[in-house]
């Protein structure tokens, strides 16, 4: 079973863009989360998905946003770029929601603002 | 609110010898879960270990093993016969009851010395 893939793997840009970015979850699984890691203030929740509704964001501005499509594929977007947004975004999937569920991470998309 | 802990930023040891990695915790709740995840050099975080709060026996998976002392809110992590695969950074994380969201300590780099 293939497991979570994120794409692109890389991404540079400049300030005053935006960017969007993928989160193919494992087959069958219908959450998908999404986390920052920044070498400051470490992993910090965005936001989750399931079954095409968010259900719980973190405390980032609106230019954070994303989406979850029929098939479980979820996308995050962040508009107006800023030097801070630089970091790590990794996605996690698991197939329910619930304390004891293992969450499977993809290696995550590296964006670099310049 | 819920908190996360790891005051080791970095450890190493030597290849075969065993490691404990500290993490402490904050929580109102009587019920949780609490986790380790281990993220190599290819940045895609993996589980490590999962223990249940009302569980009196400390988890173990082959060499990874805790020690959760629930009263102190301690959760370390205890690897034995260590191998240089081990070699990434260490995180502690605490699920938020209803959320589907994972609050990650700010991690532990562990190194390996042949």
């Known amino acids: 079973k293939a497991g979570v893939t994120q794409t692109p793997r890389y991404l540079i840009k400049t300030r005053g863009q935006q960017v969007t970015l993928s989160c193919s979850p494992i087959?069958?699984?219908?959450?998908v989360s999404w986390y920052q890691q920044t070498p400051g203030q470490g992993l910090q929740f965005l936001f989750e998905?399931?079954?095409?509704?968010?259900?719980n964001k973190g405390n980032f501005p609106g230019r954070f946003s994303g989406r979850q499509f029929s098939n479980s594929r979820s996308e995050m977007n962040v508009s107006t770029l800023e030097l801070g947004d630089s970091a790590l975004y990794l996605c996690?999937?698991?197939?329910?929601?619930?304390?004891?569920?293992?969450?499977?991470f993809g290696s995550g998309t590296q964006l670099s603002v310049l | 609110a819920q908190t996360v802990t790891q005051s080791q930023p970095e450890m190493s040891v030597q290849e075969a010898e065993t490691v404990t990695l500290s993490c402490t915790y904050d929580?109102?709740?009587?019920?949780?879960?609490l986790f380790w995840y281990k993220q190599p050099p290819s940045r895609q975080m993996i589980l490590v270990i999962r223990?249940?709060?009302?569980?009196?026996q400390n988890a173990t998976e082959n060499r990874f093993s805790v020690n959760f002392q629930k009263a102190a809110k301690s959760f370390s992590l205890k690897i034995s016969d260590s191998q240089l695969g081990d070699a990434a950074m260490y995180f502690c994380?605490?699920?938020?009851?209803?959320?589907?969201?994972?609050?990650f300590g700010q991690g532990t780099r562990l190194t390996i010395n042949p």
């Open positions: 996690a999937s698991s197939l329910y929601r619930g304390l004891d569920e293992k969450l499977f």
């Open positions: 087959s069958g699984h219908r959450s």
């Open positions: 998905y399931f079954s095409e509704t968010q259900r």
């Open positions: 929580t109102s709740e009587s019920d949780y879960y």
């Open positions: 223990q249940e709060a009302y569980k009196q």
């Open positions: 994380a605490y699920p938020i009851q209803g959320a589907q969201k994972l609050v």
